[in-house]
């Protein structure tokens, strides 16, 4: 099944630097990659997906990049906030089983 | 537009009670809900998923007997903990996709259990 790989888990950065996150998978057949952001005790929220037929998504100061051939997926952050601070997690939808698999998350804080 | 509301947000019960959440999308048909489960500072483990009219798909490890779930309409599924132990107390969260797992899928906020 597919397996899904994220890191780092913890991410400190300050105030107006970048951020990146970085997921790889297992099942060359994942097509559709979101990627949700928790804050603590709250419900995960969609802040960006992107499909295998695209490499790069971009919605204001967040991005998403797509490797195919490599199987990464990465999300990038510019001039951070602290209300960007949230535990972050990147999916991958494997086609097989018809479900989202879930990276174990990576914790964001932005100091500032 | 595309909101999932759960309910209750909270429950304490005794042990071997059972206990019924709620999961319904308000401004939208889910034909795909989804039942997660979250351990502290862990990620989201997909318990089941469920289609309106049919019956749910369970995760390996998962008790079908102890975990049921009803989709009985395109707004609503229910997950009844039944016999709830200790070790069952959790973050439980639904999610809704207007069509499947390949689509965006719109969380709830959550029901923490706490078993007694």
């Known amino acids: 099944g597919e397996n899904v790989e994220q890191h780092p888990s913890t991410l400190s950065v300050q105030e107006g630097d970048s951020a990146v996150i970085k997921c790889t998978y297992s099942?060359?057949?994942?097509?559709?990659f979101p990627w949700y952001k928790q804050e603590l005790g709250k419900r995960p929220q969609l802040i960006i997906d992107i499909r295998s037929n695209v490499g790069e998504k971009k919605d204001q100061r967040i991005a998403v990049t797509l490797n195919k051939t490599a199987k990464h997926f990465s999300l990038h952050i510019t001039e951070t906030q602290p209300e960007d601070s949230a535990v972050y997690f990147c999916a991958a939808y494997q086609g097989g089983s018809e479900k989202l698999v879930f990276g174990k998350g990576t914790k964001l804080t932005v100091n500032p | 537009g595309a909101v999932v509301s759960q309910h209750p947000s909270w429950v304490i019960c005794k042990s071997g009670t059972s206990v019924k959440i709620e999961c319904r999308s308000l401004?939208?048909?889910?034909?795909?809900m989804f039942w997660y489960r979250q351990f502290p500072k862990q990620s989201l483990m997909l318990m089941a998923t469920?289609?309106?009219?049919?019956?749910?798909?369970?995760e390996q490890g998962v008790e079908k007997d102890k975990f049921l779930i009803n989709h009985a309409s395109l707004t609503l599924s229910t997950l009844t903990v039944t016999s709830a132990h200790p070790e069952d107390s959790s973050f439980y969260i639904c999610?809704?996709?207007?069509?499947?797992?390949?689509?965006?899928?719109?969380f709830g906020p959550g029901t923490r259990l706490l078993v007694l």
């Open positions: 999610s809704a996709s207007k069509a499947g797992a390949w689509e965006t899928q719109y």
């Open positions: 469920s289609n309106e009219g049919s019956k749910a798909t369970y």
């Open positions: 401004d939208f048909q889910a034909t795909t």
């Open positions: 099942d060359s057949a994942s097509n559709y």
